[in-house]
């Protein structure tokens, strides 16, 4: 399953992790060679199970690849003492409970550091486990909110909005794959294992950067500004409506304005005193718009896109999901890629997007629910068939429901 | 500077970086311990020099903490030639060069991988270097369209808006900070360094999980929807009027309803059969979300949020940028800390989303332009005094503006 020479090669990891930022990080780490045991409730993973809508199936089914699946019911003696001797076969431990979870499960980082001093105990929450807000409720949402990200999506003098991007929970999750890879380095040097959490709030937070400079310099609020530019600093700085989309246009220098006045078929603007110059246009940026807003209305998106590519002035396509789904760029680079699932027959699989010159993504799709516990239990921890049906029968692994597999 | 016991101590990284995603990656490396060169043009990184505005200063110095400064004339074959002299004693070299450049000033991968097998080369783009979006232009603006953010963000029926957060460019910096520290684990093990790279469009794919996951397994096209769960399954999740903002709500379960319905004064809603099951709340979306604005328009922000908590209702308050600028929870935590800056004063700092149990964050803020030089070649290439004046005179520094400084 792993690539030998992958960069994680040889690095087993538990992985208790359940929706978005802990899947994400240890798809990451499948992607760099890491062999994954994910470690589920007796009746798989919620997302696993959301059978009503097709869609939460199918993210399980993308964010799972090439893991290995196994049933450990962690309310029971037999289960915990099974996991505790996963817990020594294994180098990296991953959990995104709430914290205090696994203490009350018995198997917090004071009792796991006992049994393998060399493991790395990764955990996403999130607030962190320390501050005053540790224990607050967070989902991508309350933790968008929380952190400014609703408060700057939107226009101005209009109300507030999401991200349409799950940014807190994917970030984190990003971050968490990072804390991994440090702790293993270190590791390697010094033979210890450690603690390293991450926290969603502070995933995002520099995210405002734009914003939070300008607020930490100037003392004042600062307003969301649509698709402006957040120091309304750069002008045109938009999205444009066009015949059948939007395309996003920045000029951050004068020779991009030139290029586009004359795409625009008025290249006078491109030297005139009213628009020559970044501060001219940004005092003019309402009149700015409406005259890129009056080219972009007469194209296609694709169409504008490629004239001003073509002209070298920094635009892209306002793409739709769909049409990101079938990215032909993500599918050249192998990005996405065609992939067999057991239940939902051909599926589009992602890569990371950290490339290495010489690793190759996992070719395996997501494991039903325990379907590898047999081997992976002889191979991680010598079990054999006796003692299998042992625990089988004893409770370790509880009750598997038939939809779930 | 370094703690010695920090995860990544004794790691010397050349940081060739601009603006945002590069130079986030290279702060996380300084606070998980690394040393981090920063090597400049010879008038200084151009985030540094913008001074008309007060912000992207501030921004440079949260983002440039803790690292040394040296400006280096790559057009001139002595700022070459003293580059290749650091490439032999760095571990890391950090660029996010639009592809090619590097190639183009002669110290590509392809040269510096003779020079030093156990470089790890780290670069970050909008696309990556494959594909035919390699050499597009990408900024977070262009980038968030392509990768459908803008698109998926904002009011169904209305224009899409831009994520308020520069996702692109953070996501792929803290991709970049793994990429980094993976090549490293690697690099323990095998001896061997390699070119790792990151792109800003793969690493916002996977946070429109739950509206790919939609598409892919409908094959409709998904709209946004404002402040509503992605797949339109939960009711009430949304963003709601109060009498000074704005406060996000959720009921995943109906446990967390009948709570909601309590607090609102209609204990009674919790279990009728209308707005009993999350399908039933669903189906009536507009006028279950029309109730809690009733309520909510009756508070403050900080009073729902307060008595939502207390009832174990997953909320938020929508938190102004001011307000996430000062945050006592990420005070509380040392995340955010004061320090002094050698032209701004006393400025607020930020610490890495990554807490080690027993690491520090830098204490030393951004340096100015070119300040640590002589110390620094001292100490990583034993050039002496009149070494320098003649590296100087020869013009491998180029000529610092006052004013950068």
Redesign the interface.
């Known amino acids: 399953m792993t690539t030998t020479d992958a960069?994680?090669s040889?690095v087993t990891v538990l992985d208790l992790s359940h929706v978005?930022a802990g899947p994400?990080a240890t798809l990451?780490l499948a992607q760099?060679g890491a062999r994954i045991v994910k470690i589920e409730p007796p009746a798989g993973e919620h997302l696993r199970r959301r059978g009503?809508?097709?869609?939460?199936?199918?993210?399980f089914a993308?964010?799972n690849s090439g893991k290995e699946s196994l049933a450990l019911d962690l309310k029971s003696a037999e289960g915990i003492a099974l996991f505790k001797r996963l817990v020594i076969a294994a180098d990296v431990l991953v959990e995104n409970f709430t914290p205090g979870v696994m203490d009350r499960l018995g198997i917090g980082w004071d009792t796991l550091k006992e049994i393998n001093p060399r493991l790395v105990y990764a955990q996403s929450s999130g607030?962190?486990t320390?501050?005053?807000?540790a224990t607050?409720?967070a989902?991508d949402?309350?933790?968008?909110?929380?952190?400014?990200?609703?408060?700057?999506?939107?226009?101005p003098g209009s109300?507030?909005?999401?991200?349409?991007?799950?940014?807190c929970?994917?970030?984190?999750?990003?971050?968490l794959?990072?804390?991994i890879?440090?702790?293993?380095?270190?590791r390697?040097?010094t033979g210890r294992g450690?603690?390293?959490?991450?926290?969603m709030?502070?995933?995002?937070?520099?995210?405002?950067?734009?914003?939070?400079?300008?607020?930490?310099?100037?003392g004042?609020?600062?307003e969301?500004?649509?698709?402006q530019h957040?120091?309304l600093?750069v002008a045109p700085?938009s999205?444009f409506?066009t015949k059948d989309g939007?395309?996003?246009i920045?000029c951050e220098g004068d020779h991009h304005w030139r290029a586009l006045a004359v795409l625009m078929g008025r290249p006078e603007l491109g030297e005139h005193e009213h628009y020559a110059g970044v501060?001219a246009r940004v005092a003019r940026r309402e009149e700015v718009d409406e005259l890129v807003a009056e080219w972009t209305g007469t194209l296609t998106k694709e169409e504008a896109f490629e004239r001003l590519?073509a002209a070298?002035?920094?635009?892209?396509?306002?793409?739709?999901?769909?049409?990101?789904?079938s990215d032909?760029?993500?599918a050249?680079?192998g990005?996405l890629y065609p992939q067999d699932h057991p239940e939902?027959g051909p599926?589009?699989a992602?890569?990371?997007?950290?490339?290495?010159?010489?690793s190759d993504a996992p070719a395996r799709s997501a494991s039903p629910l325990h379907a590898d516990a047999e081997d992976l239990l002889r191979d991680l921890l010598a079990v054999g068939v006796e003692e299998y049906e042992q625990l089988a029968a004893a409770g370790a692994f509880g009750t598997q429901p038939d939809t779930a597999r």
Chains 1, 2 share one sequence.
């Open positions: 960069p994680l040889g978005y994400y990451m760099a009503a809508v097709p869609g939460p199936r199918y993210a993308m964010l607030y962190g320390t501050g005053p807000y607050y409720p989902m949402l309350t933790v968008q909110a929380m952190a400014g990200v609703v408060s700057a999506t939107g226009y109300d507030p909005v999401k991200s349409g991007a799950a940014v929970d994917f970030s984190a999750g990003i971050n794959y990072g804390a890879t440090t702790a293993l380095f270190r390697e040097r450690g603690r390293v959490e991450v926290s709030m502070e995933s995002v937070f520099p995210m405002l950067m734009s914003s939070l400079s300008s607020h930490y310099s100037t004042e609020e600062v969301r500004v649509g698709n957040p120091g600093s700085y999205v409506a939007h395309v996003a920045t501060k590519r070298k002035v920094p635009s892209a396509p306002v793409r739709t999901v769909a049409e990101v789904a032909p760029h993500l050249a680079r990005y939902l599926i589009t992602m890569g990371s997007p950290i490339t290495f010159e010489d």
